[in-house]
């Protein structure tokens, strides 16, 4: 019996592989509403982008920088995600993957590509005659060496020297165009290198993104959690982040909760996320993070134990028979 040809098939055309990976950024939801370009985020973006040569939105876990940055980077381009590119920095990356460098193909030999942002400076020349903004985000800049990673063209991403030609380590002529946004954000206590490039930081924009009490009480508005719980979570919330005043690192995001609508999923958020994030931010100081597990506690009504029946005659509370006295 003859089988049937197999076909192979790639990752992309599963779906699965760099195509559909970088397609959209993790972080969307399809259920996000469109943005308007009088949103005071975007406002503001655009008011910054006037003056420097990027954003870097900074603060702790949770507190809505991804979600920040796609944002405005959907307003800038009209949702157009052909004119948006996502990237990682993480320790090991380098000036060859971000800029430009040598790559092996097929026969063993190695030619010289450009990197991701080589690739969105030539995009975005191509769409600076129709007035159109290209933007890359950065996300975990500071897990980077940013110096390292940019090299030579750090001093042209200034406002004043957009368009400036500078040579490449390969000798490659190339420039920095002026409708080329640069957005990225960090934990500013996460760092893969000691502090990030100071003559990096100065060229760019710092936003502070903070845990939010508003935030939260509107994620508990639209989610309709319910009072008690509400309430107690409000609680637990302004302690905490009262005690990240002295331990930053016990800094708890408001977007931890944006799903949370009952009992079962604000419980989750402790199980599966924060008493981690907190065991790491209390791990020489137990007695803190002992307060904090109490006051994470006292948000839930306390569990109901029956009382066990009263012991009959003869029997004892653990179901024992009781020994008989001796007789006289």
Known sequence: MTSAPVRLLT????GIGVAAATAEHASNRPDEPTVESSDPVVVQARWLLERFGGIIYTGPPGT????????IANALTSGDKSRVRYVQFHPSYQYEDFMQGFRPVEDGSFVLRNGHFMEMCEKARAAENEGRDCVLVIDELSRGDAGRVFGEALTYLEKSKRGLPFKLASGAEATVPANLVILATMNPLDRGVDEIDSAFGRRFAQVSMEPSRSALLSFMEINQLAEPLAQGLLRFFDFVNKRAQTNPHAAVGHVFFSDVSD?????AVWDYQLRFQLE?????????YEEVQSRWQAIFPPTQIDAPEEAGVGSSVLGEEEPQSEPQ
């Open 263 to 267: 009992e079962e999923s604000l419980r």
């Open 11 to 14: 990752a992309d055309e599963l």
């Open 64 to 71: 809505g920088k991804t979600w920040t940055v796609n944002k």
């Open 280 to 288: 790491r931010a209390f791990r020489l100081d137990s007695q803190g």
